[in-house]
């Protein structure tokens, strides 16, 4: 999520909220550079789309970048660590 004005955490924040908020089936993942969605495809893609319109009524124009795996991507975890010598 890339709000377009300043402000932008306390937008963040809110959406981060709020899918918390509205989600029942999904479990969430949010790190300092990413949130993940795992789950049932219609419910995420749901739960995505609602938010999101709340949102840009909310806070105006806003980016959102989206990519989406096939599958249970949860056993991906251990590639998020990167070692550098």
């Not at 899918?19 to 995505?48: E, H």
Request: proline share 1%.
């Amino acid at each position: 999520m890339y709000p377009l004005q300043d402000g932008y955490i306390a937008k963040i924040d809110d959406f981060l909220e709020d899918i918390n908020r509205n989600s029942s089936d999904i479990d969430i993942r949010t790190s300092n550079m990413s949130t993940r969605l795992f789950g049932d495809y219609d419910a995420v893609s749901d739960l995505l789309k609602h938010a999101m319109q709340r949102s840009m009524q909310k806070h105006g124009k806003i980016v959102f970048v989206c990519k989406f795996i096939q599958g249970d991507a949860r056993d991906l975890d251990e590639l998020e660590t990167v070692t550098v010598r």
